[in-house]
Every structure is written in structure tokens, then in C-alpha cells.
């Protein structure tokens, strides 16, 4: 039962352009979502989150967007970078003390061509 | 001064084998994790630590053994490996209750049961 789904298993574009990576939930019951980034041979990294009462939280280049009622998330990246080349999870929080636990999706490999 | 490390990067081993991943960090976190990718991609919890406690175990199976000698430290031994145990098994710390869900993840240690 995949709670967080991110259906695009890679998304390529140019640099300067903007990215946008998608994902769905299913629980509602999720307080918190955020995006992890990771590049090969390095565990992933915390990139930006966003709280189920709000709908957007910008940081630089990116801006996390959410939609509660369509349980849909998304990252935009702009202008998106070479660096910006890696795979980026999807993951939802369900708080609840010491038993809180993250949820993630497969992950998406994004390209960014120079 | 690597926030979460663990060892080895790679193991292969042969089918039946015990072999142990071992964790540490020095964040000062209180609560420790494993999770496991898989082929498939998806990134998913196997266990979680809080001060040495356990907390989660998501119904892994037990030859599957973590250790907590102190909050700093998370090993996992894994007894008469399967085909199926080939992953990346990843380490992570947190604050208490994940906060807003971030994670500091390990460099991921890559399993190959042959």
C-alpha cells in the first residue's frame, strides 16, 4: 500500500528552465510533507518541507506547493541547475510522539542538461 | 566529522552468512533508524531507536537484529542472509518525534547477498 506515490520515474530539462516534480498521497492523516534530495553514493538530504495547514513554502530556487483536497504535492526548481541533477524523494511525516515516522516515495532522477 | 557514518559502504556475501552494519552520530540526537531500499526504489523504515529503546519495528523479519549500545550508536546484524536482504540499508538520526521530519541520513551501505 504506497501512501506517498511519485508516478514519474525520471523528468529531464534544460538548465535555466523551470522543474516541477510531482507527488500523491493517500493519508490525509499526514502533518508534514518534504522533499529529500540525493545524489549516488550519498544518503539523502533534507531539501524543504511544508506543513498540511499551509499551501506553499518557498526557499531560494525552490517552492514546495500543496494541495490538500487533490492530495498532491509539488517542487518547483527554478531556474534549475546542473547541480541540481539527483533523485528526489517524496516523503510525508504522520506525528505522533516517539512512534512518528516518515513515509517516502521511489524517488524521481532529475536531469538537468547544460 | 561526518554527522551520521556508517560501515561498511559495501558488503558481499554469500547466501546463509551473518554480517553486521554499524552506525554512529554525532548530532546528538535521540532517536536512531534503519531503513532499507530496496530494488524497487522505495525507501522503507525497518526500525527506530529512541534512546536506546525500541520503538518502531516495522515487521522485519527477525533475523533481523538492531543493537543500541547508546543513543549515539545503531548497529544492525543480519543473520543467514537471503537473496532477498541485496539492498542499500541506510542509517538516519532525528530529534525526538522527527520534529518536522527531517532526517540526517548515512551514506547508505550497499548489501549483495550472492
Known amino acids: 500500500d504506497q501512501q506517498v506515490k511519485q508516478n514519474s520515474p525520471s523528468l529531464s530539462v534544460q538548465e535555466g528552465r523551470i522543474s516541477i516534480l510531482n507527488c500523491d498521497y493517500t493519508?490525509?492523516?499526514?502533518?508534514?510533507f518534504l522533499w529529500y534530495k540525493k545524489y549516488p553514493a550519498e544518503g539523502p538530504t533534507f531539501l524543504i518541507s511544508?506543513?498540511?495547514?499551509?499551501d506553499k513554502n518557498e526557499d531560494g530556487r525552490f517552492t514546495v506547493f500543496l494541495n490538500k483536497s487533490a492530495k498532491h504535492l509539488s517542487l518547483h526548481i527554478v531556474p534549475s541547475q546542473p547541480g541540481d541533477s539527483a533523485v528526489y524523494f517524496c516523503?510525508?511525516?504522520?506525528?505522533?510522539?516517539?512512534?512518528?515516522?516518515?513515509?517516502f516515495g521511489k524517488g524521481i532522477t532529475l536531469s538537468v542538461r547544460p | 566529522d561526518t554527522a551520521v557514518s556508517q560501515t561498511p559502504k559495501y558488503l558481499v556475501t554469500q547466501m546463509g552468512n551473518d554480517k553486521s552494519i554499524k552506525c554512529e552520530q554525532n548530532?546528538?540526537?535521540?532517536?536512531m533508524y534503519w531503513y532499507k531500499q530496496d530494488s524497487k526504489k522505495f525507501l522503507k523504515i525497518m526500525f527506530s531507536?529512541?534512546?536506546?529503546?525500541l520503538i518502531i519495528n516495522e515487521t522485519v523479519p527477525n533475523r533481523f537484529s538492531p543493537k543500541s549500545p547508546d543513543k549515539a550508536h545503531l548497529n544492525l546484524h543480519i543473520n543467514s542472509l537471503e537473496l532477498g536482504d541485496s539492498a542499500v540499508y541506510f542509517c538516519?538520526?532525528?530529534?525526538w518525534g522527527l520534529g518536522t521530519g527531517e532526517l540526517f541520513f548515512g551514506e547508505g551501505s550497499r548489501l549483495t547477498v550472492l
Open positions: 538516519a538520526s532525528s530529534q
Open positions: 493519508n490525509s492523516m499526514f502533518d508534514y
Open positions: 511544508i506543513s498540511s495547514i499551509k
Open positions: 548530532l546528538g540526537h535521540d532517536t
Open positions: 531507536y529512541n534512546n536506546k529503546e
Open positions: 516523503a510525508a511525516l504522520r506525528s505522533s510522539g516517539a512512534n512518528s515516522k516518515l513515509t
